[in-house]
Nanobody, 120 residues
């Protein structure tokens, strides 16, 4: 069973930066979408950024111009560079891989979550 592991969360001051990374525990046949979500207590998980296997990116309006998603297809990793952080960016961040198998079956994998706290 493939497992995803996030790293790089933590505490930052407003205006600061953090970088999240996500890696898979084993090789995956094809990852057609890599995404970052975030969730705060009492609210639904929301999509922050997405990157396709061709490199096309999509960002939520709240993070456009501040966050950058990137992927390394050789290593099956995805990163989220977060700049000019705001207190409202405080959340647990989850990576998600949307994959297909050799039998053309789709499968989603989730990381366990990484806490990002933006505070003075």
């Amino acid at each position: 069973q493939v497992q995803l592991a996030e790293s790089g969360g933590g505490l930052a001051q407003p205006g600061g930066s953090l970088r999240l990374s996500c890696a898979a525990s084993e090789s995956i046949f094809r990852i057609f979408i890599m995404q970052w979500y975030r969730q705060v207590p009492g609210k639904q998980r929301e999509l922050v950024a997405s990157i396709s296997d061709s490199g096309r990116t999509i960002y939520d309006d709240s993070v456009k111009g501040r966050f950058t998603i990137s992927r390394d297809n050789d290593k099956n990793t995805v990163s989220l560079e977060m700049n000019n952080l705001k207190p409202e960016d405080t959340a647990v961040y989850y990576c998600q891989y949307k994959t297909t198998t050799r039998e053309n079956e789709t499968q989603d994998y989730w990381g366990q979550g990484a806490q990002v706290t933006v505070s003075t």
